[in-house]
């Protein structure tokens, strides 16, 4: 007897909605066509390839046998195993078992959970799928059925493996867990899935075929360095495995492409069957808060990851997990129930501001707006159930705490480090979030920037007249500034992306508006125009707004002037470094891509160290005699002098010297961070002193 409430599913609902749609069925047809065309090009190459290995064999032996001498004896033998290992290349995959590995995982049994077995086992006889062969806990915020794959598995059942995220089970409550654990069990519930199952499978077998062949490549690369004889037929077998890829790529994508658009509508139909049995509105509260869950927890694993490189450790990452996502419920005003904030659909989509409207047909998963319209569509609902997933699981703080530790394992945090909990990881936390947040009463309009004074002329500024009112100057629409700036940069890089066919897009919205991708220039004239637009009202009004305080401050006016000039120093220096730091990265970042001529290569090289890194060198000795950089974090100043003593050649006898690179970029990045940081603690006190001048 459990002592939890399974919860509600639907009533009446129409076994229909379960009915694989035109789409799907069309979406089948194509993959199966493209997979008929595949296997008859493999047939084709198979039946070449064995009267290559019959020719190798016949004219090996004929050599052998008509002169029999070491060498003779070689290349007969060489030619011999050219033709076997050919036939092999085209055969291995029949053989091969591809491992679904994932060293985070950690099984549960029935025995020590057995109410989440008794709700797994309800929900699979719901949903029609068979019970998992086994049942596994990770960190992510995830849940997944997952198993090894082999050629085998297209044509005989295997029995499927539950993955079970611990991040996700703290976000959500026990409807929206039951939602999406029946979504993955959709995948494989009915049997007109039979098929889309079918061609996932055989999508799998030719992407290991074509892209996972490190260890024939060992096997060549070993039988050729035997002696130089076997050497020549390994390469030319390797000349003619790679040919024989060319051939099966070129149809592959053509398989790929159409299984793309396949794995939407495999998408749609589980989404149906979730539907079915835990109701629509359910899984988009799920998908809804998984997304805000999602970061929350990533926020969490990189506050644990900086705090390890102080040698502390979390107890419990999942309880940091919950204090972010609390901490933004608290920030965007999110009721709480059962402690987890209520995250909408529409609250997500807020944050979406993309005047650019498409649809990406070759995506392997619809949007979220996708999904939720078609869930609409299907009038599926149910009220849900408010208690919190983790009372389905006995012990949920042991396996937190549990799960928590293997982390820190497959890091390899091996040191001994100090342990912190969740009241610690609390206090800490609202303590730097509360040092990011600049005063609420400026509405936003200091948000995710910075002032440019580069150009100010403060005592002009100074004499200038004040003629706007605080509200005038801080209200919604001067606050949304920089947010259109954002939102407009980001739909600048996608019509870019789409002209560049990056986005397998033929046209799109804009503005409400069909265009077309000859659109592209056009529009992205029209948002650059727009964004210099917004940009001269923003800097208009940081002037204003500086005139204001100024007037306004009284007996504290060459204080509030001296501020913003210190802070002006700043925004130079770090410009000054950001011009100098770019044009490293310009150069050092082609070598980490590779594609460079050696003559290439040699120019960059002497670019760098005759111009760009003694600029970066005399910027480092300035901000070490100033004390800018010190060794508070990762021994910041130690590094950078030794750096500043050495003479890096960063490519040597044909080879790149990777470390010397990587303490190049490194350094730079983090003296970049130090000076972001040094420059915003002067940002908010500027900004924060101004405020209490006026209120004097």
């Not at 730091?581 to 160290?609: C, D, R, W």
Request: charged share 25%.
């Amino acid at each position: 007897m459990t002592s939890y409430s399974y919860p509600p599913s639907p009533a009446n609902v129409n076994p229909k909605i379960l009915n694989p749609s035109g789409s799907f069925k069309k979406q089948v047809s194509f993959v199966v066509s493209s997979i008929v065309l595949f296997f008859i090009v493999y047939i084709l190459l198979v039946l070449a390839a064995t009267a290559l290995a019959i020719a190798c064999f016949y004219f090996g032996a004929l050599i052998i046998i008509n002169a029999p001498r070491i060498f003779t004896i070689m290349i007969g033998l060489g030619l011999m195993a050219l033709g076997v290992s050919v036939v092999f290349f085209l055969i291995k995959f029949i053989f091969a078992v591809s491992k679904n590995i994932n060293d985070s995982r950690i099984e549960i049994k029935e025995e020590d959970q057995p109410e989440l077995y008794s709700f797994i086992r309800t929900l699979s006889k719901e949903t029609k799928t068979p019970f998992p062969k086994r049942i596994f806990l990770t960190s992510d915020v995830n849940a997944s059925v997952f198993y090894n794959s082999s050629f085998w598995s297209m044509f005989f059942p295997v029995k499927k493996n539950l993955e079970i995220g611990l991040g996700l089970v703290n976000s959500i409550n026990i409807s929206e867990f039951k939602a999406v654990v029946a979504h993955e069990f959709g995948h494989f519930s009915q049997r007109s899935m039979k098929l889309g199952s079918f061609t996932y499978n055989v999508n799998r077998v030719i992407y290991n075929m074509l892209y996972n062949n490190t260890d024939y490549t060992d096997f060549l690369n070993s039988w050729g360095s035997v002696n130089n004889y076997f050497a020549f037929f390994a390469r030319t077998t390797i000349k003619i495995a790679q040919g024989i890829q060319w051939v099966l790529r070129k149809m592959y994508a053509i398989i790929n492409k159409s299984y793309l658009g396949l794995s939407r509508e495999m998408e749609f139909h589980a989404d149906a069957v979730s539907a079915s049995v835990s109701g629509g509105n359910n899984l988009i509260a799920a998908l809804s808060r998984i997304e805000l869950a999602f970061s929350c927890y990533h926020s969490a694993l990189n506050n644990a990851g900086d705090w390890l490189r102080e040698k502390k450790a979390t107890t419990n990452i999942f309880s940091n997990q919950l204090t972010v996502l609390q901490s933004l419920a608290k920030e965007f005003k999110l009721p709480l129930k059962e402690g987890l904030p209520e995250v909408s659909y529409n609250f997500i989509q807020s944050f979406s501001q993309s005047r650019i409207n498409y649809k990406n047909q070759w995506a392997s998963h619809p949007s979220l707006d996708e999904r939720k319209s078609h869930l609409d569509e299907l009038g599926v609902n149910v009220d849900p159930d408010e208690t919190t997933a983790w009372h389905l699981f006995t012990g949920g703080e042991a396996l937190q705490e549990m799960v928590t530790e293997n982390l820190y394992k497959l890091a390899k945090a091996e040191e001994v480090l100090e342990k912190y909990d969740g009241k610690y990881f609390e206090e800490l936390y609202n303590k730097q979030r509360e040092s990011t947040f600049l005063p609420s009463i400026y509405r936003g309009f200091y948000d995710s920037r910075f002032i440019n004074t580069r150009k100010w002329d403060f005592d002009a500024l100074t004499n200038t007249s004040c003629t706007k009112a605080f509200d005038e100057l801080y209200n919604d629409e001067n606050g949304q500034l920089q947010s259109l700036i954002n939102n407009n940069q980001k739909d600048i890089a996608t019509l870019k992306a789409i002209k560049a066919r990056q986005l397998d897009v033929r046209s799109f919205d804009f503005d409400g508006h069909k265009r077309d991708v000859e659109d592209c220039d056009a529009i992205v004239s029209q948002l650059e125009a727009e964004i210099q637009q917004l940009i001269n009202k923003q800097e208009m009004q940081d002037k204003e707004s500086f005139v204001f305080f100024y007037h306004h401050s009284k007996d504290k006016r060459d204080e509030m002037k001296n501020n913003y000039l210190n802070y002006a120093i700043l925004y130079k220096e770090f410009e000054d470094y950001a011009e100098i730091a770019n044009a490293v990265f310009q150069i050092i970042n082609p070598f980490y891509h590779g594609g460079l001529t050696f003559e290439e290569v040699k120019q960059s090289v002497m670019t760098l160290k005759t111009i760009h890194e003694k600029k970066l060198k005399d910027f480092f000795t300035k901000l070490l005699s100033q004390s800018v950089i010190t060794n508070k974090l990762n021994n910041l100043a130690d590094r950078t002098e030794a750096f500043n003593k050495k003479d890096y050649t960063y490519f040597a006898f044909d080879t790149f010297r990777t470390e010397e690179l990587n303490e190049l970029r490194d350094l730079s990045t983090e003296i970049a961070d130090e000076l972001t940081n040094r420059k915003f603690k002067w940002y908010k006190k500027m900004l924060e002193d101004q405020l209490q001048y006026i209120e004097q």
